[in-house]
């Protein structure tokens, strides 16, 4: 059952949102989704983010267990986390699906290469033919 609207979402709002917004499959959405967007955005290196998850998951855990109202700040922040390593995910399949494809231009080249190496080594080693005049 889903809360009654107004400026603050319960948190089973917000659990359903995800799972409606993730049942569409792994297509990114076509519309930009309005999240804060953190000053560790644009310095996030891909190891420092399992401890930025850990850290945003951490805080979000005790604002829960408190009181306080920050769990709404520290689930965007913790969704964004999230959009950040899906971003990174994308970007390297992607990249990897280049570095495949060089790859195997790479090993055609070096086929062609050993393909005529050996054609000039067994072209040398023919006993040569009288010139006819």
């Known amino acids: 059952m889903r809360g009654v609207g107004g400026p603050l979402l ?3 709002d917000l659990l359903s949102d995800v799972g409606e ?5 792994d297509q990114l959405p076509s519309h930009p989704i309005n999240t804060p967007s953190p000053d560790y955005n644009s310095s996030l290196q891909p190891s420092d983010l399992n401890k930025l998850f850990q850290e945003k998951y951490e805080q979000l855990n005790k604002a829960l267990a408190g009181t306080d109202h920050s769990w709404t700040h520290l689930t965007l922040e913790l969704c964004t986390a999230l959009e ?3 971003k990174l995910v994308h970007s ?3 990249n990897v699906g ?7 231009e790479l090993c055609e080249v070096i086929n062609r290469r050993d393909a005529t190496i050996e054609a000039a080594k067994a072209f040398e080693g023919s ?7």
């Open 98 to 104: 280049m570095l495949k494809d060089r790859v195997e």
């Open 84 to 86: 950040t390593a899906n």
């Open 21 to 25: 917004s993730d049942a569409g499959g």
């Open 127 to 133: 006993p040569k033919q009288p010139e006819s005049s």
């Open 92 to 94: 390297t399949n992607s």
């Open 10 to 12: 319960c948190i089973g």
